[in-house]
């Protein structure tokens, strides 16, 4: 039984109030015409299929023609909810998709009941749970105790009572614990880690919440990650869609990555003003660092005549790395305002005041009577 995992689409977002949706269509494609390519038996979209719980009509537009697409292809289609989406919004149809093949996790009830698909090897069971919190959970398991993100997902799984005899999947989007982060996702300090020994037994969990293709404790647990780069922090990872294939029972099951190549790259450039505005013109998403010592007026604007989709611009030069390991200022009660100032203009400028200029901030420190 062939499988597509992707996860974290995220259809509709924005990075720095720039719009997506182009670079989106165009990596749907792509996973379109790898689909073709792999003929798979089933595609797993693992959460966060939009990047808001109300997405916008071009978002809904998108991912009505992504799966319109997928139905013509004859295969089974698995979508969860995630952190992002709206589960109501996400289950919403599901009645009438599923006589596509394309089903949706319902909002959480304390019941999962499997899809069930057969090949030569039998029966393989795919379980759908979206983002749960813990108080999805006690609300279904009053009697059960429930403290953390770890018992939520382990009582959750518990209740599916799957089968160990039989190959199951399951879909969940989750944060398990010691698994890599990117600035581009959202955390609530830790406390919605999820041990990944709640996962034991079963043979592929197809995880999302990550955006950042690895796996967690065993190569079977797994994090897609996201089609697409959605922060200047991800611009050197590799973006990939995950092929598993399970053969018989207890047979290793069969990971491969086959990479995606995004419409416009993300990157940093680096240098100085006048050589940056000489540069080859780019529509990448940029992120740019001017080394110039002094600000330049309308950098920004000038900047992006050259490079279409800049999106940030931020200078580093000795008073910016200066400015970043700023120290505390000492024995504060025993400096006089004029000293304290002084200390100050030198932390944040990394040079000591021109004598004109301490003339100029004594004479002011004078005139309004402050020591």
């Known amino acids: 039984m062939k499988f597509i995992h992707i996860s974290d689409l995220h259809i509709g977002k924005r990075l720095h109030e720039t719009s997506l949706i182009e670079d989106q269509k165009d990596i749907l494609q792509k996973i379109l015409t790898i689909i073709d390519s792999e003929k798979p038996d089933g595609v797993i979209i693992a959460g966060d299929v939009y990047d808001r719980t109300v997405p916008s009509a071009e978002a809904v537009k998108l991912l009505d023609d992504f799966l319109a697409s997928l139905v013509t292809k004859k295969l089974s289609v698995f979508i969860i909810s995630g952190n992002h989406d709206s589960a109501e919004r996400i289950a919403f149809g599901s009645s009438i998709m599923s006589a596509a093949k394309i089903y949706l996790s319902p909002v959480y009830n304390g019941v999962v009941t499997p899809i069930t698909m057969r090949d030569e090897y039998g029966e393989v069971n795919v379980y759908m749970l979206p983002f749960i919190k813990p108080i999805h959970v006690k609300m279904h398991y009053p009697d059960v105790k429930i403290e953390s993100y770890t018992d939520a997902v382990r009582v959750a799984i518990e209740g599916m009572k799957m089968d160990q005899k039989k190959r199951n999947v399951l879909i969940c989007h989750q944060f398990v614990t010691g698994s890599a982060r990117t600035e581009s996702e959202e955390s609530v300090g830790g406390l919605d880690n999820v041990d990944a020994e709640v996962f034991d037994g079963i043979d592929y969990v197809a995880l999302g919440h990550l955006h950042k293709a690895q796996h967690a404790k065993r190569p079977q647990i797994r994090y897609s990650g996201t089609p697409l780069k959605y922060s200047f922090g991800e611009e050197n990872d590799q973006k990939s ?27 940093t450039i680096r240098g100085n003003y006048e050589d940056l505005l000489n540069g080859e013109k780019s529509d990448d998403y940029v992120r740019i660092i001017l080394t110039d010592e002094m600000d330049v007026p ?8 050259v490079y279409k989709n800049a999106l940030e611009l931020r200078y580093d030069n000795s008073r910016t790395r200066n400015v970043n390991t700023l120290t505390a200022l000492q024995d504060v009660e025993e400096k006089s305002v004029y000293e304290l100032f002084e200390q100050f203009f030198f932390e944040m400028n990394n040079k000591e005041l021109t004598e ?3 003339n100029y901030i004594k ?5 309004e009577g402050i020591e």
């Not at 309308?298 to 005549?305: C, F, G, I, R, V």
């Not at 004479?363 to 005139?367: F, S």
């Open 241 to 267: 869609l995950t092929i598993i294939n399970l053969k018989e029972k207890d047979a290793p099951v069969e990971i491969t990555q086959i990479p995606l190549t995004p419409l416009r790259e993300m990157r």
């Open 298 to 305: 309308y950098a920004m604007s000038n900047l992006q005549t």
């Open 356 to 358: 004109t200029q301490k």
């Open 363 to 367: 004479n002011i420190l004078e005139e």
